[in-house]
């Protein structure tokens, strides 16, 4: 059985990359120092780590593994390929990040204003991301796929899984807490809906039907 490599655009790639970075530069100056916990696979990978004491190391690997896996099967290898790059440019940025101090230390005081920045940075870097074809993380995977399978919008499946996940948080996260991390994961996500809602140029269309006809492994 022979393989051929995705045929990726240089466009979608660089938007790809720095989507990701964007994401990377919110998550370091403002998440980590708010306090404010995440829906998807970081907070089950927190709650897990909480109740059943797994390794964050080993169980967000299998939690991203899996959700790339269903990425791969419903969106085709150029999904893959889109996702590398981001998850390539998460990381460099973030390494870059931390070679400097917090933009904003100050922040970590401003809980309320932390979730609406956070929210900003990670909704429109993971709603490029998405639109260039690729996903930095496990449940960007999930939701993309979901919405291909059901054709419902994007942001409805975000805002159920980080629903779910954040209740299942209020057993050892306060309720206050709790309340500043779901007002970030709503707003990011109808951000993210947004950014996929923006019109496209009078070219071939980017949708997911698109994008994956022809390319699946």
């Given at each position: 059985m022979s393989f051929s490599l995705p045929k990726l655009k240089i466009g979608n790639c660089v938007a790809a990359f720095l989507a990701s970075?964007?994401?990377?530069f919110g998550m370091y100056n403002i998440h980590a120092l708010s306090g404010v916990t995440?829906?998807?696979v970081?907070?089950?990978?927190?709650l897990l780590n909480h109740w059943l004491h797994l390794s964050p190391a080993v169980s967000s690997f299998v939690l991203n593994a899996a959700c790339y896996a269903l990425g791969w099967r419903t969106m085709g290898k150029t999904?893959?390929?889109?996702?590398?790059?981001a998850s390539c440019g998460y990381s460099?940025?973030?390494g870059i990040c931390e070679q400097f101090p917090p933009l904003w230390p100050e922040i970590a005081s401003m809980p309320l204003l932390a979730s609406i920045a956070g929210a900003l940075f990670i909704g429109l870097g993971a709603g490029i991301c998405v639109r260039a074809g690729g996903a930095?993380?496990?449940d960007d995977a999930l939701s993309m796929s979901l919405a291909y399978l059901t054709k419902k919008p994007i942001e409805r499946f975000y805002?159920?899984?980080?629903?779910?996940?954040l209740t299942l948080s209020l057993?050892?996260?306060?309720?206050?807490?709790?309340?500043?991390?779901l007002l970030t994961v709503a707003l990011s996500g109808q951000l993210i809906g947004l950014v996929q809602k923006i019109p496209e140029k009078k070219e071939k269309s980017r949708d997911f039907s698109a994008k994956t006809q022809g390319e699946k492994a």
């Open positions: 970075g964007v994401q990377a995440e829906g998807g970081f907070g089950v990978v927190l999904f893959i390929g889109y996702s590398l790059i460099v940025t973030y930095t993380s496990g805002l159920i899984f980080d629903l779910v996940v057993s050892y996260i306060p309720l206050r807490r709790i309340g500043y991390s």
